[in-house]
Nanobody, 124 residues
Framework: QLQASGGGLVPAGDSLTLSCAAS????????MGWFRQSPGKEREFVAV????????YYADSVKGRFTISRDNAKNTVYLRMNELKPEDTTVYYC???????????????????WGQGTQVTVSS
């Protein structure tokens, strides 16, 4: 089970940090990350961090503004979102899976476990 939190309403330029905690059978060594989805659109990759080595990958749209991190002892992944823009407004979902191959790391279908989503709204 993945439990996401930390969404909210902020003005453009502000920051938010999302958290996602894994529990139960989903705590084994997992690559963990974030996707986001707006109504009527495909769920899109945001960022992911490997369990092993801590390598991280980002969508071009958030690179340099968002930072993913994790605390393996707490089975928790974080997404620090800086310089938020109105176009970042949407529902953010955390995702996790046992090691995903690099070529598929941005694909929604690569992830076995999903959180419930947390709304981020950025006002202009």
């Amino acid at each position: 089970q993945l439990q996401a939190s930390g969404g909210g309403l902020v003005p453009a330029g502000d920051s938010l940090t999302l958290s996602c905690a894994a529990s139960g059978r989903t705590t084994s060594r997992l690559d963990m990350g974030w996707f986001r989805q707006s109504p009527g659109k495909e769920r899109e990759f945001v960022a992911v961090m490997r369990w092993s080595g801590g390598h991280s990958y980002y969508a071009d749209s958030v690179k340099g503004r968002f930072t993913i991190s994790r605390d393996n002892a707490k089975n928790t992944v974080y997404l620090r979102m800086n310089e938020l823009k109105p176009e970042d407004t949407t529902v953010y979902y955390c995702a996790a899976t046992p090691r995903v191959i690099l070529s598929a790391i941005r694909m929604r279908s690569s992830y076995h476990y999903w959180g419930q989503g947390t709304q981020v709204t950025v006002s202009s």
